[in-house]
């Protein structure tokens, strides 16, 4: 039998809705787990971060005005997606050194993980907004809006780690920027794939791959970045990273301890989504 | 001519000591060092208070750590509520005395001390007592932080520490506090009142001192959380310092908020609400309105009428009961205003105040318009933190926000028109935590306070500013 | 204020023009009134300048008599403390004026002939208004007949509440032009309008018919005069005079019994209209209980001891 040779795919950035390449037009290799080689992934660099972040801004009024159930609707059907691609992540994750029952496992876990999050989209408010019983002839009420764009250095866990720390940010009307697991990008593109087809409008999830130290500093620093989750950062990095966003108070999520690896199968809580809102009270005299 | 005489609120009340010494482990004790705390309006010297050293700063917080662990964090919520409830008592039986306490010290006028700070004070304490044994119901599994490092500013000194000490203590954490340098003295009244409370030792500590001390505290390693109150700069360098540590970090930061007036405001009350919202407090307000927009259609005839009620404001003696702005609280500030209020100029903008005479001593300065300002210049971009108004004018809401918005600050904003489906479109579009809709400057103990951006995070007050101090 | 337009009677002359200004003019935020009336309440005035105060108050008190009861004698016996509110100290000022129904004006004039303290008659069917314009008007032409030197008007509250304003500014006008020299007070009844944006809208309706003063209430409906309520007529005169170049008074009426409360509405005047209205000419308080309090507390001022009401005429 003669063997058809693939068509093997070239592993891209995704920014603004597009996939482009590195404006450096840099790659590394990406190996599976026995070193065997996998794909050429996008290198990117300083300007690729500034592009996305310009991607992310320009995207985050209208994500955040979406109705909450819109964005709902559309984070489900990113689920949807991702079921239909299954068998692919399955298969990249398996190259990752997963058995196939793990990385189904793994998979099947990322979907219900995303579609956990989908529904919070029109209940979080009422779960952390409240009606403020003030001493005073007013109406006052606090609701949860979106910090902005958050800059997200994913952990390793390819699949399920990165699903756990995107949506949260989403779900509420962030938008983000994504430096993904440098080891192990090439889920992180894919999924990218599944956004670009699914209803996400572009630039409100960006992705890109390349060496952690080297682009995590420049998003922590970034002035138009309002919130860094440094859960794929650690040691010298993440202290790094922390300090540089205190140039312009980001709101910041560490790292857990290297020692105390995240379980990614754990319940999340809403911690993730809550780090990036803002809680806005508004006052209003009450009269005639 | 109505001229009201003077009614000076009696100083007999207070009996402030020739020196007083840092609160550590529920005693008094000096430390090496010393500062004068002086009273801005007269710049007569009040006391000499401790200056805490490292050494000091171990102790209280050592000190903090024993009363954590032996006692505070082991009471049921129920008793510490107790504790707290008589601590909002015993604020409100001595309100009179920490009200003129805090004027002489502070400067502010006798009315405010009297009329908002000091009972916001006791609310407080009231509102955070109930919390503390009904925590579960705020957030799932609530488990207290630890030793809570608390540095908080010189405008509403107690009102700070009770924003501070409130939720932490409610929700099973100690504190060390440190008070301004130049408002230590209601502090440490409090400190006596823990005493008359029967606080356990340790709970509560008051370390005085400037940024040195402060310094020492939040980069202390047995502090587990750090809150901070104070000006942005300093803020970023606090969580510059906190970084890689596994503190957790609450920031309430500066602002630059705007006071939008669209052309169906309700007038007169507007005209209040702007000056309420700038000369509160002689403008040392974090979310004071240090930005008017106006809309160009009325700007001119709401001008007037500020200036008008302008020329009432009545400036002198914070211990006149009938004083509206007090004496700007020190040299320091003093030279910033100025600064800056002389750049406004420089840059082209028209400053306006209306006749009013200044006492020969102490530190003051005169209610401040600045019309023809542009968002490009610096006083309608840095915090003046005083009593000056920036006046801009817009065309449309949507300009409006744009303008408003166009700041790093985030803290507060205010809104005024009648129609009530506009209101609800500025609130949702303005980037500040607390919208002013129809009032401003307004405050209480159920309503969550906090900024976005660089007006810093985390909330106090409410239901979310028990989050800070809770794991 | 910066609007150069110029208000008259005679460029507001149809229904729906007049609807339309009114309805134009701000709104008023019932909590930030409040507020602002609240805090002007805590001003201290202590010392010389409620000496001050004290004297302009009872210069400034519309002594007050409007009961089904009143007689003849009763009237007289008014007026003598109106001439002279303290028979022991000639330094205490006289009254503005007292204030009774139509009937018994000419009683009053003939009482107060030399005092220099003015009749002012309530008329317009006090205190409801719920009459035919003529009897309105006949009841308003008896008391300026019996040398009333003020007339205390009643609106249609039942016309504005139903949107007639039209109607009110006839009324107004009318009765205004029955008066002819003497003063024309208008009474707005602000317990029965209920909004603060309706007592700034009844404010210069009045204004704009004609009205010499505006006055808060009958004192026969609860709430009657308020510090809220005042404050918003004061905002109400002082922007009509910046507008129009005309200055018109300013009476609250009812509910006045202590010096304090006196002096908490001078407060308001002060700051709110300014000195301009700080005289009798401009601003009178209807009243009849607060003038022997007003006189206590001088007594203790000038004395030195507090005064009890024995020491003091009740007439």
């Not at chain 1, 609701?143 to 989403?170: K, M, R």
């Not at chain 2, 925590?135 to 520490?161: C, H, K, S, T």
């Not at chain 2, 401040?368 to 009593?387: C, K």
């Not at chain 3, 000022?93 to 009482?111: F, G, H, N, Q």
Request: proline share 5%.
């Amino acid at each position: 039998m003669s063997e058809r040779l693939n068509v093997s795919k070239t592993y891209k950035l995704y920014i603004g809705g597009a996939f482009p390449r590195s404006e450096s037009g840099r790659s590394y290799t990406v190996n599976d787990a026995k070193g065997g080689f996998l794909a050429n992934a996008s290198r990117a660099s300083r300007k690729d971060v500034r592009d996305a972040v310009v991607a992310a801004r320009k995207a985050q009024p209208g994500w955040a005005a979406r109705t909450p159930y819109n964005r709902g609707q559309i984070l489900y059907r990113v689920a949807e997606m991702l079921q239909g691609r299954c068998g692919q992540f399955t298969d990249e994750l398996r190259a990752t050194g997963l058995s196939k029952s793990a990385a189904t496992t793994e998979v099947e876990a990322a979907i219900d993980r995303w579609v956990w999050y989908a529904g919070w989209a029109d209940k979080l408010a009422q779960v952390t907004g409240t009606a403020n019983p003030v001493s005073g002839p007013f109406f006052n009420f606090s609701t949860p809006e979106p910090t902005g764009v958050v800059g997200i250095v994913a952990p390793d866990s390819p699949l399920l780690g990165l699903v756990s720390v995107l949506a949260p940010a989403i779900v509420t009307g962030n938008t983000t920027v994504l430096v993904a697991s440098e080891t192990a990008p090439l889920p992180a593109i894919t999924l990218g794939e599944v956004l670009a087809t699914s209803d996400l409008p572009g630039g409100v999830i960006n992705i890109l791959t390349g060496r952690r130290s080297e682009l995590a500093p420049w998003l922590a620093s970034h002035m138009d970045v309002n919130g860094l989750d440094l859960t794929g950062a650690s040691g010298d990095l993440a202290v790094e990273c922390e300090k540089a966003a205190a140039e312009n108070l980001k709101r910041v999520l560490r790292p857990v301890e290297a020692d105390q690896p995240t379980d990614w199968t754990a319940h999340p809580g809403i911690t993730r989504m809550t780090t990036f809102l803002e809680t806005k009270t508004v006052w209003h005299p009450v009269g005639v | 001519m109505f001229e009201y005489a003077p009614a000076p609120e009696s100083r007999d009340i207070v009996d402030i000591k020739p020196s007083y010494g840092l609160f550590i482990d529920g005693e008094f004790a000096d430390a090496e060092h010393s500062f004068k705390t002086v009273n801005p309006a007269t710049e007569e010297v009040l006391a000499e208070v401790s200056e805490a050293g490292a050494a000091d700063v171990d102790r209280a917080v050592a000190a903090a750590r024993r009363a954590y662990d032996m006692v505070w964090s082991k009471m049921a919520g129920g008793e510490r509520a107790k504790y707290l409830f008589r601590i909002a008592r015993l604020i409100q039986e001595r309100s009179r005395e920490l009200a003129v306490l805090e004027s002489i010290d502070n400067g502010k006028p006798i009315r405010e001390s009297r009329d908002v700070d000091l009972p916001l004070v006791a609310a407080h304490f009231f509102y955070y007592a109930g919390w503390a044994d009904k925590l579960e119901y705020a957030v799932a599994d609530p488990r207290p932080l630890g030793v809570a490092g608390q540095v908080i500013p010189w405008n509403f000194p107690l009102l700070m520490l009770a924003w501070k000490i409130a939720p932490a203590l409610a929700c099973g954490n100690t504190v060390v506090l440190k008070p301004a340098e130049t408002t230590p003295l209601t502090a440490l009244a409090f400190a006596d009142i823990c005493r008359q409370a029967d606080l356990p030792p340790g709970v509560v500590n008051i370390i005085t001192g400037a940024g040195q001390t402060g310094r020492a505290l939040v980069e202390h390693d047995g502090v587990d959380k750090v809150a901070f109150t104070g000006s942005t700069d300093v803020g970023r360098q606090i969580a510059r310092s906190v970084a890689g540590t596994p503190k957790r970090l609450t920031l309430e930061l500066g602002g630059k908020a705007a006071n939008v007036v669209f052309d169906d405001a309700p007038l007169d009350q507007a005209v209040e609400g702007i000056v309420n919202g700038i000369f509160f407090n002689q403008g040392h307000v974090c979310c004071a309105g240090s930005r008017l927009l106006v809309q160009e259609s009325i700007a001119e005839e709401l001008l007037d009428r500020l200036k008008t009620r302008m020329a009432t404001l009545r400036v002198g003696d914070p211990l006149d009961k009938n004083t509206d702005i007090g004496a700007i609280n020190s040299a320091a500030q003093l030279n910033k205003i100025r600064m800056l209020s002389d750049i406004g100029e420089q840059e082209g903008a028209t400053r306006w105040s209306p006749p009013c005479e200044l006492p020969d001593r102490g530190f003051w300065f005169a209610p401040t318009l600045f019309t023809d300002v542009a968002q490009s210049h610096r006083i309608a971009q840095d915090e003046i933190f005083g009593p000056v108004l920036s006046v801009l004018t817009f065309r449309t809401p949507q300009e409006a926000v744009e303008k408003a918005n166009n700041t790093p600050y985030g803290l507060s904003a205010g809104v005024w028109t009648d129609k009530g489906s506009r209101i609800l479109w500025m609130a949702q579009r303005l980037r500040a935590g607390v919208v002013w809709a129809n009032t401003f400057n307004k405050f209480d103990p159920a309503s969550p306070f906090g900024g976005y951006k660089e007006s810093g995070f985390g909330r106090e007050g409410g239901r979310h500013g028990l989050e800070a101090y809770l794991r | 204020m910066g609007d150069a337009v110029s208000v008259s009677t005679e460029t507001l002359t149809g229904a729906a023009e007049l609807r339309r200004f009114l309805h134009g003019l701000p709104g008023v935020d019932q909590v930030g009134a409040e507020e602002r009336a609240a805090r002007l309440a805590t001003r201290s005035i202590k010392t010389s300048a409620k000496a001050y105060a004290i004297d302009l108050a009872i210069s400034m008190v519309d002594l007050t008599t409007l009961e089904g009861a009143d007689t003849p004698g009763k009237v007289r016996a008014l007026c003598a403390k109106a001439a002279h509110p303290d028979p022991a100290d000639a330094s205490v000022p006289k009254v503005a004026a007292i204030c009774v129904y139509s009937d018994l004006v000419a009683e009053a004039v003939r009482a107060l002939e030399g005092t220099g303290v003015g009749v002012a008659s309530v008329a317009t069917a006090f205190p409801s208004g719920r009459a035919p314009l003529e009897a309105k008007l006949a009841d308003t032409r008896r008391a300026v007949a019996d040398g009333a030197s003020e007339i205390d008007m009643v609106i249609d509250r039942g016309a504005f509440l139903s949107g007639d304003f039209q109607k009110v500014f006839e009324e107004i006008a009318a009765i205004k032009a029955e008066c002819g020299e003497v003063h024309l007070k208008v009474i707005l009844e602000t317990g029965e309008l209920v909004t603060y944006d309706n007592v700034r809208r009844a404010s210069w309706l009045a204004m704009l018919a004609g009205a010499d003063f505006i006055k808060t209430s009958t004192g026969k409906v609860s709430p009657a005069a308020t510090l809220p309520v005042t404050l918003v007529m004061l905002e109400a005169v002082r922007d009509f005079r910046a507008r129009t170049g005309r200055q018109v008074g300013v009476k609250p009426a009812g509910g006045i019994r202590t010096t304090k409360d006196a002096i908490k509405y001078l407060v308001l005047v002060n700051e709110t209209a300014g000195p301009d209205w700080l005289s009798p000419e401009w601003f009178r308080l209807g009243a009849s209980s607060v003038l022997n309090d007003l006189l206590m507390q001088r007594r203790k001022l000038t004395t030195g001891v507090y005064a009890g009401p024995d020491y003091f005429t009740l007439d």
